[in-house]
């Protein structure tokens, strides 16, 4: 038998036919209702169940051929992030000195920078910064890269300056929009909110400032670790959004972090973060606002820690 049952397997028909079985019963046991099924020209899958993620992961390094290594959105999936588009194309890095053509579900990149895969199972997948700018290149929009971008730095498969170095070191086609959703990440922003938030801060007018780094009071217990904190004047940003904020144990979070902040003198301001884009003309006369509110009385004895 060539496959348990339980764990079909998916193998070149070259490789079949190498063990004598002929290339019409190959085709044979491939046709609707047969056995087995053809998941790509040549790439044959020993069962006729709906092909998985894994099988069609294989399926592409077979159709690249030896060093050939996955990337994209299909390496991010295996990488485990989750802010990640939906898309069927598995995207698969070849060495630029071969010359093999993009056919079914899969997406074929020559390239003279392969990098070294991290092997899932036996499957070699590209390490998470190159899969993101990989994924980054062939999308249009900007919010989606954000995202992404945010997620694989916030859970610390990668620094901001990791993608920075990587976007540099690649192909200049397709970087234009992934470098401007990656500026806000490099200043210290998190997610596309706070890139929202830090386009309309910069076309403010206000003093430059600190994002999510944590604020610590004259006896060296931290306050909050605010969206955005203006040094100068003590001033802290908040953007709240009612998905968390609504639960009860993100309610009693907010309550606490604001009675903190008021404790210790600080002026924060709240803002949601659909208003950003919605009323960002509003959004910026209340962060005026709040400034000179601030400004005008003496500045409290919080203390500033860069984030790690």
């Known amino acids: 038998m060539l496959a348990a049952p339980d764990r079909p397997e998916v193998v070149r028909a070259a490789e079949?036919?190498?063990?004598?079985?002929?290339?019409?019963?190959?085709?044979r046991r491939c046709l609707p209702g047969g056995p087995w099924q053809s998941l790509l020209p040549g790439i044959v899958l020993l069962s006729n169940g709906k092909p998985s993620d894994e099988h069609r992961g294989r399926a592409a390094l077979l159709h690249g051929r030896t060093g050939a290594v996955l990337t994209g959105t299909y390496a991010l999936r295996r990488h485990g992030l989750?802010?990640?588009?939906?898309?069927e194309i598995v995207h698969v890095l070849i060495?630029?000195?071969?010359?093999?053509?993009?056919?079914?579900?899969?997406?074929?990149?020559?390239?003279?920078?392969?990098?070294?895969?991290?092997p899932k199972g036996d499957l070699l997948?590209?390490?998470?910064t190159r899969a993101v700018v990989d994924t980054a290149r062939r999308l249009t929009d900007e919010d989606e890269v954000q995202?992404?971008?945010?997620?694989?730095?916030?859970?610390?498969?990668?620094?901001?300056e990791m993608l920075a170095d990587e976007l540099d070191q690649g192909r200049t086609a397709g970087t234009a929009m992934p470098r401007r959703a990656l500026a806000p990440l490099l200043a210290g922003a998190r997610s596309v909110a706070e890139a929202d938030a830090w386009h309309l801060w910069r076309r403010s007018g206000l003093p430059p400032g600190r994002w999510n780094a944590p604020?610590?009071?004259?006896?060296?217990?931290?306050?909050?670790?605010?969206?955005?904190?203006?040094?100068?004047?003590?001033l802290a940003w908040?953007?709240?959004?009612?998905?968390?904020?609504?639960?009860?144990?993100?309610?009693?979070?907010?309550?606490?972090?604001?009675?903190?902040?008021?404790?210790?003198?600080?002026v924060v301001l709240q803002t949601l973060p659909s208003r950003l884009r919605a009323e960002p003309g509003k959004v910026a006369v209340e962060l005026r606002a709040a400034f000179r509110a601030a400004?005008?009385?003496?500045?409290?004895?919080?203390?500033?820690?860069?984030a790690a």
């Not at 997948?125 to 998470?128: H, M, Y």
């Open 16 to 27: 079949l036919e190498a063990i004598g079985l002929p290339r019409r019963t190959i085709s």
């Open 82 to 87: 989750e802010r990640v588009p939906e898309e």
């Open 95 to 118: 060495p630029a000195s071969r010359d093999i053509a993009d056919v079914g579900f899969v997406h074929v990149e020559r390239t003279t920078r392969l990098p070294r895969p991290h």
């Open 125 to 128: 997948i590209a390490p998470v």
């Open 147 to 160: 995202s992404m971008m945010a997620e694989a730095v916030q859970r610390r498969f990668c620094t901001a």
């Open 215 to 234: 604020i610590y009071d004259a006896h060296g217990n931290h306050i909050a670790t605010p969206d955005f904190w203006c040094d100068e004047i003590a």
């Open 238 to 266: 908040e953007i709240d959004s009612y998905r968390y904020h609504a639960s009860l144990e993100g309610h009693r979070a907010t309550l606490a972090r604001n009675a903190r902040y008021a404790a210790a003198g600080i």
């Open 295 to 306: 400004q005008a009385r003496p500045r409290p004895n919080v203390v500033l820690k860069e």
